[in-house]
Structures are given as structure tokens and as C-alpha cells.
């Protein structure tokens, strides 16, 4: 569980902008600090530019936790997957919200706006927000991902 309280870093593209407004609102109703990367319009962007914005403050510890959106979350997830130390999920069902929690201790969530509406994916977006990562044997898991971004794996 991500503490009520703390910084999620959030961001999309044009595409995702009107999702992106929503989810925000409900991480504010939730009791978490939001810090919106933007875009802050639905004028045409590029979202690798607020894939790295999100990452990159979850990976500098600015933030705790990240959500981006783009129009399929494909991209967008892609692109903050290239920073270390992130694990960016693109999910569609809140199943895999609290899947990627509890297995792979993913620190961003990713929806396509386009894929996913607005009532899924903030059912989604609570569940990640609610849910622990499990450990035990999914930790060396995780550690390997680790160990595939240093170059050991």
C-alpha cells in the first residue's frame, strides 16, 4: 500500500489528457499529493516526454509512485520502462492492478485511455494504490529485473 499522503507523480499525453484529470481527481480524494507532469491540454505531444517526466521523478524519490495514460498506454509505458529502477505496468482490469502490486512490486501504472474507460480504471488505479507487494519468491523475481537492467542477466 502506497501511504495517503505521499507524492504520485502523474502524466499522459494529448490522447490521455481527459483520463489522466480523472484519475488525478481520485488520487487527491484518496489522500495523496499529486504532481501533474503533464501535458496540461489535449493540444498534440509527444508521450515519451511525460513518460520520463513520471519515471523520473519515481526514480529520483520525488515521488512514490507514478500513473501515466496515453491513448493505448503502450507507449507511454514503454518509454518509462527505459529508466532504471522502474516498473512500469500497463494494465487493463483491476485484476492486473493488484497483480502487478503483489508480484512484480510495480511502481507505475499504465492505462490507454483509448482501451480502458474511466470507471475500470479508477476501480484500477484504488486497488494498485491499495495493494502490497507480497515478497518471498516474487522478491528474486523483482531482483532480476533488477539484475536485466545492470547487465548481470
Not at 492486473?96 to 507505475?108: G, K, S
Not at 486497488?127 to 518471498?136: A, I, K, P
Request: glycine letters at 10%; aromatic letters at 6%; proline letters at 3%.
Amino acid at each position: 500500500m502506497f501511504p495517503t499522503g505521499s507524492t504520485i507523480a502523474i502524466g499522459s499525453d494529448h490522447a490521455g489528457y481527459a483520463l489522466k484529470e480523472q484519475l488525478k481527481q481520485c488520487l487527491a480524494d484518496m489522500g495523496y499529493v499529486v504532481d501533474d507532469k503533464g501535458t496540461h491540454n489535449t493540444d498534440s505531444c509527444d508521450y515519451p516526454d511525460f513518460g520520463a517526466a513520471v519515471a523520473h521523478a519515481v526514480a529520483d524519490h520525488k515521488a512514490i509512485a507514478g500513473v501515466l495514460v496515453c491513448s493505448t498506454g503502450i507507449g507511454i509505458s514503454i518509454s518509462a520502462n527505459k529508466v532504471p529502477g522502474i516498473r512500469a505496468a500497463l494494465v487493463h482490469h483491476i485484476f492486473e492492478a493488484e497483480m502487478t502490486r503483489r508480484h512484480n512490486d510495480a511502481n507505475i501504472i499504465c492505462f490507454g485511455a483509448a482501451t480502458t474507460g474511466p470507471v475500470i480504471a479508477i476501480e484500477a488505479l484504488k486497488r494498485f494504490m491499495e495493494t502490497d507487494f507480497d515478497g518471498g519468491r516474487h522478491e528474486r523475481r523483482v531482483r532480476k529485473i533488477l539484475d536485466i537492467e545492470r547487465g548481470l542477466l
